[in-house]
């Protein structure tokens, strides 16, 4: 076992090291979001299927149905709305019904308006308000399952060309993506959590894994702080495959100046 280098005095063992990374990212959070530092986000090849989903639905008549998620305003939920918003232009702009199924959790009734805001925004921007529709954006329940059965429900009558599902879904994912594929629409989605990321690949015509879908968000929003999380979160890679490569190198030496200095 690791011997720490030092002990710092009401901070416990081992979050010594932890506390200065949470700081450091704070910090590098703040610097990017101030003034008009521009970060760079590539596209995420994830948009093209998407775009692709909602033109074979204004192909074939058919609506899209498109969820942001059913938890409050967290990470993935934000990430969502972002995606959110750019189906919905394109359905405005290609005269394509959009769905939004809505709840899910308490914590939803607060992202509701916002989705809905979106969604008329995008609408009044495409210069068609009179297309937008807010009997569209239901509100199924505050329950997560009884959540997911109002959203199998509208995939069954409405019979959806395509259904995008990204932002906070959890285990009710699988459920909507299989009701997806049995009525024919291409699916495509984002796991919230890694555990559900290999079941969902397997029921989705598309999937963006990891930090794809944020990674979208950030690229759809030009929101500073979207953008800033990212960039943060690759800067913090690089820490730590510099610090695993520099550990094993020099533990190989017996030396164990990292994972002692990781032990703080």
Not at 28 to 48: F, P
Not at 136 to 149: E, R, W
Request: charged letters at 15%.
């Amino acid at each position: 076992m690791a011997t720490p280098l030092f002990q710092v005095p009401l901070i416990a063992e081992g979050r010594f090291i932890g506390l200065i990374l949470d700081i450091l990212i704070f910090a590098l959070v703040l610097y990017y979001t101030s003034g008009d530092k521009k970060i760079y986000i590539r596209r995420v090849a994830g948009l093209d299927a998407i775009e692709e989903a909602v033109g074979r639905a204004a192909e074939m008549g058919k609506p899209v149905v498109a969820s942001y998620g059913l938890g409050g305003f967290t990470y993935w939920t934000l990430a969502g709305l972002s995606i959110l918003s750019h189906v919905a232009g394109l359905s405005a702009k290609t005269g394509t019904r959009l769905i939004v199924p809505t709840g899910g959790s308490t914590s939803s009734l607060i992202v509701r308006p916002v989705a809905e805001e979106i969604v008329k925004t995008a609408y009044t921007m495409e210069g068609v308000p009179d297309q937008y529709n807010p009997d569209d954006l239901p509100f199924l329940s505050g329950q997560q399952y009884a959540y997911v059965g109002g959203y199998v429900g509208i995939l069954q009558r409405t019979r959806p060309a395509s259904v995008i599902m990204t932002g906070s879904h959890w285990s009710d994912a699988m459920n909507i993506a299989e009701t997806s594929n049995a009525v024919g629409a291409i699916t495509i989605t984002s796991g919230a959590y890694i555990s559900n990321v290999a079941a969902l690949a397997c029921a989705s015509d598309y999937i963006l894994i990891g930090e794809e879908a944020p990674a979208a968000g950030a690229y759809l929003s030009d929101d500073p702080s979207q953008r800033a999380s990212i960039r943060v979160q690759d800067i913090f890679k690089w820490i730590a495959l510099g610090c695993i490569i520099l550990g094993l190198v020099l533990s190989n030496m017996g030396i164990n100046i990292v994972e002692n200095l990781l032990s703080t």
